[in-house]
């Protein structure tokens, strides 16, 4: 495969002053990434800081209700609440081991950023995030989070003001500040190497789940997995380690949005088409003349009209599946797991777990294994005004 | 030779920098985008940059994305620009240059965007997303037309990069002022004149500084070190302002 893809999708398609700080974090992943220094420290703060391993949880309850056997990789347990800070105290590590003095970020559910603002807390960087102005009054609990560890927060104004453009103006800024600053960008999606660095960091999610479901289960592996796709980095690194277990059902879940005909929706593998958007050659929510189109979610961890190139990938090759859930959907799974469970999930987690609820006539019997990706207290004003 | 590149040596043989106006296509409104052009052209332009609006122009600045956001707005698309374009071939004394994001080309399809380009006179083309690296598949597409690709280089862009870039460019090579995104700077960088001294040793081809440019008095310090300036955001605001392209002009003649 070329560098830098995955069989037709990924790539660097990115202005060409971005290229030097790109080819500084490729050598940096070639070098400070594997030695010894890094990986000790790393492992340290994962342990210590975030808590890993974290938990594998079965659910008596709604496995009785469904007739299946449903297991959570707790990801919500993590500090700060979600699978996103793997990511950010790797490339953080990173970056202050490459004498970076900022952090910057995009983040749509705030997640994201409130992970990347620890990271820098807890390094002793500085932390800027984009974040667009529809979801800084959406997710406002994360902003107050982040505001209080220390964050200059930035609301983009411009186009659909939600994630996709918060990754404009923060690729703008990096070109301005790159010789400060690391891009910490929060998902497996963007230019070469972001892809590969931020799977690095989230694979650990399948390699602790693999192992935990092996021990529980008799050395068995599940017969489905699955996670919910925003930008996919919660889903490739739930899938990684079994892609290659061949047996194993992996199944993205994309958001439908409201799921009326001709509505938004954030599901660009099921709905999308082959372009070029944020460096990255993938699949797109756009207009047949190749202009983005607004995607929409009720969850705004999910709310993005590209996705992962890897994930264009397993979806073309046929070793993932890719299926979409709806707000409705995914605000019952939200119910329900938090009534039946005393699990409160991320509203991008609901639609994960929805899958299981959605398919249990076809699950029945098997063992589903679902990555719940953050918990659901940034979620709770939203829920007060459609409940 | 590239009539982008015959272009700017012919204001050099007047002992002139080449003047190099951008305007998105579609502004400030359907009718008077052509007006504009008109006027630009006829102010002794050698190069005229027409924007293609994208709806996430991360090279741009504010001014530049308004602009684009409200051209698409109002429905303006390649297939507009082009057929257009087409109408008034030969019309233009400047050589034209389409500048934008490679997804709507891409959409577009390569080698129809190529042959379209031709037919309408169009003889450059700046994919702002797009480096070296990923380069290969629409310089093949686009050269047999008679369509350069213009390289995009700045002061971050090491001397082997530039080499990567140098081999076999044709028109002019763009050298980005800032490390950042278009708009009007009030100071341009000190380190400026000693990467375009770099430039100069590898490229054999014209050299043009963009970005964040507003008034001729700025390029002075660069004296027998550039052939060629760019201005969009400049004009855009001055457009903006409801004045006309031909009164910009009017200090560069
Ligand atoms: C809890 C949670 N899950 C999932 C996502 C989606 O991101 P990704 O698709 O990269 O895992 C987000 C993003 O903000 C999130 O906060």
Redesign the pocket.
């Known amino acids: 495969m070329r560098k830098g893809y995955f069989g037709d999708f990924g790539g660097q398609f990115i202005p060409e002053l971005l290229m030097p700080p790109l080819i500084e974090l490729e050598e940096a992943m070639e070098t400070i990434l594997p030695s010894e220094a890094f990986q000790t420290r790393f492992a340290a703060m994962l342990k210590e800081n975030v808590g890993r391993p974290s938990a594998i949880t079965y659910c008596p309850n709604l496995s009785k209700d469904l007739g299946l056997d449903l297991w959570l990789k707790r990801e919500d347990l993590n500090h700060s609440g979600?699978?996103?800070i793997n990511n950010t105290l790797g490339q953080g590590l990173l970056a202050k081991m490459m004498g970076k003095k900022v952090l910057l970020a995009e983040?749509?559910?705030g997640?994201?950023g409130v992970a990347t603002t620890v990271a820098a807390a807890m390094l002793d960087m500085k932390a800027v995030i984009y974040m667009g102005a529809t979801d800084v009054i959406r997710q406002a609990p994360n902003v107050n989070r982040m505001r209080l560890m220390g964050a200059e927060i930035i609301a983009v104004e411009s186009g659909t003001k939600t994630l996709k453009d918060a990754i404009n103006e923060a690729l703008r800024r990096w070109l301005a500040d790159q010789e400060t600053t690391h891009y910490c960008f929060?998902?497996?999606a963007g230019p070469h190497p972001f892809p590969t660095l931020v799977r690095e960091f989230q694979q650990i999610i399948s390699k602790e789940a693999r192992e935990q479901f092996m021990a529980r289960n008799q050395g068995k592996l599940p017969d489905v997995v699955v996670a919910?796709?925003?930008?996919?980095?919660?889903?490739i690194g739930m899938f990684h380690n079994f892609v290659p277990d061949e047996s194993v059902k992996l199944v993205g879940v994309e958001a439908a949005g409201t799921g009326e005909p001709g509505c938004y929706s954030s599901a660009p593998i099921d709905h999308g088409t082959e372009g070029v958007l944020h460096g990255m050659k993938t699949k797109l929510l756009q207009t047949p003349e190749g202009q983005i189109e607004p995607s929409h979610s009720v969850a705004?961890?999910?709310d993005y009209p590209g996705v992962g190139p890897e994930h264009a990938y397993l979806d073309a090759i046929g070793r993932a599946d890719y299926t979409t859930i709806n707000d409705a959907q995914a605000i019952n799974a939200f119910k329900v797991l938090s009534r039946r469970e005393g699990i409160i999930p991320?509203l991008?987690?609901s639609h994960a777990v929805a899958y299981a609820i959605e398919n249990k006539d076809k699950l029945q019997g098997k063992s589903v294994l679902v990555c719940l990706?953050?918990r659901g207290d940034k979620d709770l004003g939203i829920l007060d005004e459609i409940m | 030779m590239n009539a982008m590149q015959r272009k700017i040596e012919e204001a050099r043989g007047k002992g002139k920098v080449g003047l190099i106006p951008f305007l998105p296509a579609g502004f400030p409104d359907r009718e008077r985008f052509w007006k504009e052009l008109e006027e630009l052209d006829a102010a002794g332009a050698s190069v005229i940059e027409i924007g293609m609006p994208f709806s996430d122009p991360v090279a741009d600045g504010p001014v530049v994305e308004k602009a684009s956001l409200r051209c698409l707005a109002d429905g303006v698309n390649l297939a507009w620009i082009l057929t257009e374009l087409r109408k008034r071939k030969g019309q233009f004394n400047a050589a034209l240059l389409l500048m934008g994001y490679l997804n709507p080309v891409y959409q577009y399809g390569l080698d129809r965007f190529a042959e379209d380009c031709e037919a309408a006179g169009v003889s450059g083309l700046i994919i702002a997303d797009m480096p070296h690296e990923e380069s290969r598949f629409v310089r093949d597409a686009v050269e047999p037309h008679g369509i350069a690709l213009v390289p995009l280089i700045g002061l971050n862009t090491s001397k082997e990069r530039m080499k990567l870039y140098a081999d076999g460019a044709q028109g002019f090579c763009y050298f980005v002022s800032v490390l950042g995104t278009t708009g009007q700077r009030d100071a341009l960088s000190a380190r400026i004149k000693e990467k375009l001294a770099e430039a100069r040793e590898v490229f054999d081809i014209p050299i043009a500084l963009g970005f964040g440019i507003k008034h001729p008095d700025q390029l002075t310090q660069f004296d027998g070190l550039l052939d060629a300036a760019v201005f969009g955001s400049a004009l855009i605001s001055h457009i903006e302002s409801g004045r006309s392209s031909d009164s910009f002009m009017e200090p560069w003649k």
């Open positions: 979600a699978h996103k983040t749509g559910a997640m994201h929060g998902t497996a919910c796709v925003g930008g996919g980095s919660n889903a705004p961890g999910l991320a991008e987690s990706s953050g």
